[in-house]
């Protein structure tokens, strides 16, 4: 059964990815890493589902998405215009690409709106693990795309088992972040005793696990959302 969300909230993160906040009408549990199904309306011949990850704290009465605004994407199009007040209806939450305790360290590895179900597990990790090393690779093309740089930084200074690393694949001039794609600086986190969380385009994951394989790390330690 479709639930329902009022939109209370909308802010851009960059030029081409909005936030929006939204309260269910009944009680929303997720776990973070979940995405809801939502029910494009726009009024066309044919239904449209599009899926989008939560980003935000699952204990808040709210729930938050990050979604980039696609050029003639019919379901981020769709959004990008509902009005503050409207309601969106949905399936979910759903989906199993959630934190899997273990012993490990973990190395997160997004590019674009990847980011946003990262955005929910990292911080519930970092405060029950003090122990574990975490680490996320967020991959953008230049500097104005980065999203929550302040957050992920915050969270670096909070908590000292947490690392951040942004790397920039289209402003080579740029000194201020790490230079090339996130394949490109994957090098010094290979490790057999990592746990790998992938969330991104396809070709990333892709590419990403293809390096992984070169280099010994089994299958059980990759976990992956393709977008
Ligand atoms: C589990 C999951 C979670 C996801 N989470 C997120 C998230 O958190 N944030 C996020 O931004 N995205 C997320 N996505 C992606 C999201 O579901 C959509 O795929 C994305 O928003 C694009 O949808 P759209 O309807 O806007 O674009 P679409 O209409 O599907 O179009 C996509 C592209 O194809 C092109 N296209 C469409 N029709 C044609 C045509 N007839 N001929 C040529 N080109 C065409 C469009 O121009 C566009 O560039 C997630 C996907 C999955 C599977």
New binding site residues.
Partial sequence: MLKKAKLINKNCATNNVTEFTFLADEDFIFTPGQ?INIS?EDKQDFPCF????I?SDPKEKTFS????V????????WLNNLKLGSTIRFLGPI?NFYYKQNKNDICFICTG?GI?PFKSMIPEILKAEHKKKVTLIEGVRTQKDILYEKFFSELGKKYKNFSFLVTLSGEPDNKNYQQGRVTQNLEKYLNPNLDYYLCGTKPMIEDCIKIFSENLIKKENIFF???
């Fill in positions: 995405f494009i599009r899926a989008y990850s980003s998405l990050c979604v980039k696609v050029e003639n994407g019919r379901g981020s199009n989906g709106t946003a959302e393709k977008f």
